[in-house]
């Protein structure tokens, strides 16, 4: 039997196998054999060196085994442990390797190869006990891992905030409606718009300076403080004496908040804007009470705010325009102009919109409708409530040089209903060409000047030409940076500028980006438009429920 050629050590870790001379082998023997002998021996759990064992039993065949005697063919191992650190030094995973018969792993061993690894920091001690009670029960060879440390990342310090300490009319005019009749409470309004001399308009937080992080190995991590920033000033309003993280009224009046600052204007309150008042220009901000009616003109310096509704006027403003209620127009035959018209160097905000021209710098918002209006806006244009399931443009048009953002766009059997995303993209696209073909050019300029033979040159025309390849060399360098910018400017608003509908596209909607246009003809669900440089694409959207 080939068991009496496999010798286990008196302490039982090895077994070698042995043949004595002039001792005849049996020739059939095979690789499951030498393991029933192992088991037969008390050495099945050992670890097995097959190539070994491959060698024995092809020299028997051979007849010839004289170079293997002696030769190692198991042994018993005990359980292994390995921990790989992550470079960062911030987390550490232990791998444990079930014993071949050997010593199971032990409290000791996983303390020594920590501190072999110098890991002080962030231990888990519950990972780690779960590692050694799973490791006694492991099969010969089998691997367990765990996360057994993990450092402290460091926290950046925030940057400085400001916080407004009045209210944003704004926010009043996007809310849903919550009142069972539809209407909307203004008596406390002028409050909301006015403040008086010494009002605090403004905190600012400041910037924190973070909090270090440390390694497993415990190695400091600096963190990054938040960045300081003061605040702006602007006209009507100043840093209190008393605090210098508050920011006050110099003024009454109305206040236009600004993301680091307010503009505090003067007032002009009226009631209504009608035959009686007259048209109405003040240097400063208006609030009517009610109405602008039919046919009046209104403009202001600062920003104009109207309690109720603005209906067939004309109302222009360098601030922002906000009317609570609605903006109304009277219908006009095709080709004609729309006599209710509002044009601002701010925003617009109201409910609903109606047969009005409405132009502005910033964004314009609308919370309900914009029904058979255009719509003109450098930034972005928003038909849509808070809730983000109510709003809707049906008729007229929709032109920005931003993104278009609605609930519904267009109305079932409605009428045609025009919208312009990204209005700027050619202004854009021609920049880019227009420093590309700079930048050609002053290349190409570089190449003819490389071409002269300076040595060939008078001095002082060689010291002209190679000023003149310095100074291209520099405003290319300079051009080069400028159309980086611009490219990656192009490629955001490319990205960001597009129609979003958050519950239906009708048919008859005639969406345009560039000169690209795409006409529905079916309803789509919520869908992302975009446009790819080349091509229109509607993208179906998932709308998460607020």
């Known amino acids: 039997m080939i068991e009496q050629f496999l010798i286990l050590s008196d302490d039982k870790y090895t077994v070698h196998f042995v043949v004595s001379e002039n001792i005849e082998l049996p020739h059939l023997i095979e690789v499951h054999h030498i393991h029933q002998a192992l088991k037969k021996i008390g050495a099945e759990k050992h670890y097995l060196f097959d190539n070994e064992i491959e060698k024995i039993v092809t020299s028997i065949k051979k007849g010839s085994v004289s170079e293997l005697n002696g030769i190692l063919i198991s042994q018993r191992l005990d359980a292994q442990l390995s921990i790989d650190m992550q470079e960062d030094e911030m987390t550490a995973t232990m791998t444990v390797t079930g014993a071949y018969g050997g010593i199971p792993l032990r409290g000791p061993l996983i303390i020594d190869a920590l501190t072999n690894k110098h890991i002080l920091k ?33 926290i950046a310090g925030q940057d400085a905030q400001f916080k407004s300490l009045v209210p944003n009319i704004l926010e009043r005019v996007l809310q849903p409606q919550e009142m069972d009749d539809g209407h909307v409470d203004m008596r406390d309004l002028g409050e909301v718009i006015s403040v008086k001399k010494n009002t605090p308009l403004m905190e600012k937080i400041p910037a924190t300076p973070g909090t270090n992080g440390l390694t497993i190995t415990g190695k400091s991590i600096i963190a990054a403080s938040g960045i300081d920033s003061d605040f702006q000033l602007y006209p009507g309003s100043s840093i209190s004496s008393s605090d210098s993280n508050i920011l006050i009224a110099d003024i009454d009046g109305s206040p236009l908040i600004h993301s680091s600052g307010v503009t505090v204007d003067n007032l002009l309150t009226l009631k209504n804007v009608n035959a009686t008042s007259g048209h109405v220009s003040f240097n400063g901000s208006i609030f009517v009470q009610e109405n602008i009616e039919p046919g009046m003109k209104v403009s202001a310096e600062g920003n104009i705010t109207v309690g109720g509704f603005i209906e ?43 047969n009005a021209h409405i132009m502005a710098h910033n964004d314009i918002h609308i919370a309900l409708h914009s029904n058979h209006c255009e719509l003109e806006s450098l930034s972005s244009i928003f038909v849509i409530d808070k809730s983000e399931k109510h709003g809707t443009i049906s008729g007229g048009s929709a032109t920005a040089n931003g993104l278009i953002k609605t609930a519904n766009l267009g109305i079932e059997g409605g009428a045609y209903t025009k919208v312009h995303a990204f209005h ?88 345009q980006f560039n000169t690209e246009h795409l006409v529905t003809k079916r309803e789509y669900s919520p869908s992302k438009v975009f446009y790819s440089g080349y091509e229109i694409d509607i993208e179906p959207v998932m709308i998460k429920k607020k």
Request: aromatic share 4%; charged share 25%.
């Open 312 to 354: 067939n006027a004309e109302v222009n403003a360098k601030g922002d325009v906000t009317v609570m209620n609605g903006i109304i127009g009277r219908p006009v035959a095709d080709g004609e102009a729309l006599i209710c018209r509002i044009t601002t160097e701010g925003r617009v905000t109201t409910k609903l919109a109606q």
């Open 424 to 511: 700027d993209f050619s202004n854009q696209k021609e920049t880019l060409h227009s420093l590309q073909k700079h930048c050609d050019d002053i290349n190409a300029q570089i190449i003819k000047i490389e071409q002269i033979n300076i040595e060939r040159q008078s001095p002082e025309l060689a010291e002209k030409i190679l000023r003149s390849k310095e100074k291209s060399n520099q405003d290319l360098s300079t051009l080069r940076a400028t159309l980086k910018k611009e490219q990656i400017t192009f490629n955001f608003n490319l990205k960001q500028n597009h129609v979003f509908v958050t519950n239906k596209i009708f048919p008859r909607v005639d969406i």
């Open 122 to 154: 962030g231990i888990n001690k519950d990972n780690l006990k779960n590692l050694l009670l799973k490791s006694q029960v492991l099969k010969p060879g089998e691997t367990i891992s765990n996360i057994i440390a993990v450092g402290q990342a460091p």
